[in-house]
């Protein structure tokens, strides 16, 4: 699956309509939903990001709100619908690497960056009477852990759906998807109804880093966003880390367990290696759909490896020491 790409005619006509004059127009490396192109006016650098769904940027407009030091958020100057019906955001821009392209070698200037990240995340002050799904108008009234069993449900209503009659025509497949929904529907009592920020993508294009890997530059899309246990974010980039040498070896995991954040509130802890497992084992499950509806195959082996991987293992033995 892939966004509908814009010709540089229909971006250059778009931003004519914009105020000021539109130069050094280039075609950015975009995400699954959205293409993006950077430009100029005058001296200040922004990107204009075509998509299917208004809200999505909504969202990033909305979590310009969380933004600090170690949680930059970008600039959302404007949100729209085109004359032809494509969503569209105008934000400031940041440079960097991608988190993932971080290599093995800066592993150790990252380790702390990302443990910044995470805790900036964590010390967002938590809405305990926030809905799942913060950012959207009478969002779904589902508790978190109602939440996390939906995602193992092949909904219609979903944009993403349509996968299931794949995994159980797949007698491997099948069997891992059933082992995996065991689990996690055994380990849920485990998981509090908390409701910390989650950015919910933290790879994927989505966290720039600076050369140096010492700083965060920028943490984009946000339409993935959740309140609930600020561990899902941890076990998102463990869950990938095979995937990805510099984040392996950073281990931002561990990192977060033993920051004085976390040290001084051990509640926080409670059961914490069940609930990382049940988020790692979430979290591949729902990958296994991800990658069968966009029809990579390469993907959808490589993460039913992991994911098998992570079920045999079992929770990890998580130590702040």
Not at 49 to 54: A, D, K, N, S, Y
């Amino acid at each position: 699956m892939s966004v509908e790409e814009l010709s540089q005619e229909e971006v250059v006509a778009f931003l004519a309509g914009r105020p000021g004059s539109a130069t050094d127009l280039q075609a950015l490396s975009g995400g699954a939903w959205s293409s993006a192109w950077a430009y100029r006016v005058g001296d200040e650098e922004l990107v204009v990001r075509f998509g299917p769904e208004v809200a999505w940027y909504e969202a990033d407009r909305m979590a310009m709100a969380f933004a600090g030091p170690d949680l930059p958020v970008p600039e959302v100057r404007e949100v729209g619908t085109t004359p032809s019906g494509r969503a569209y955001a105008i934000s400031v821009r940041h440079h960097g690497r991608f988190l993932e392209d971080t290599p093995v070698e800066m592993a150790d200037a990252l380790a702390p960056t990302l443990t910044r990240l995470l805790v900036a995340l964590y010390r967002v002050p938590p809405r305990p009477a926030s809905p799942v799904v913060w950012h959207e108008a009478g969002g779904s009234t589902r508790s978190w852990r109602e939440f996390l069993l939906a995602g193992l449900v092949d909904d219609p209503a979903n944009l993403v759906h349509g996968w299931s009659t794949a995994l159980a025509d797949d007698r491997k497949l099948a069997a891992l998807s059933a082992a995996v929904t065991e689990r996690v529907s055994a380990l849920m009592d485990a998981c509090p109804e908390r409701r910390d920020l989650i950015h919910g993508d933290l790879l994927h294009g989505n966290v720039l880093v600076s050369p140096d890997a010492r700083r965060v530059e920028a943490v984009l899309s946000w339409k993935c966003s959740v309140r609930g246990d600020f561990l899902f974010d941890a076990a998102w980039c463990s869950f990938w880390a095979p995937f990805h040498p510099g984040i392996a070896a950073a281990d931002p995991l561990s990192g977060l367990l033993r920051d004085p954040s976390m040290l001084a509130e051990p509640d926080a802890l409670v059961d914490a290696a069940v609930r990382h497992h049940c988020y790692e084992l979430h979290i591949g499950f729902t990958h296994l759909g991800w990658n069968v509806w966009t029809g990579n195959q390469e993907a959808l082996t490589e993460t039913a490896r992991c994911l098998a991987e992570v079920l045999e293992r079992g929770p990890l033995p998580l130590t702040g020491d």
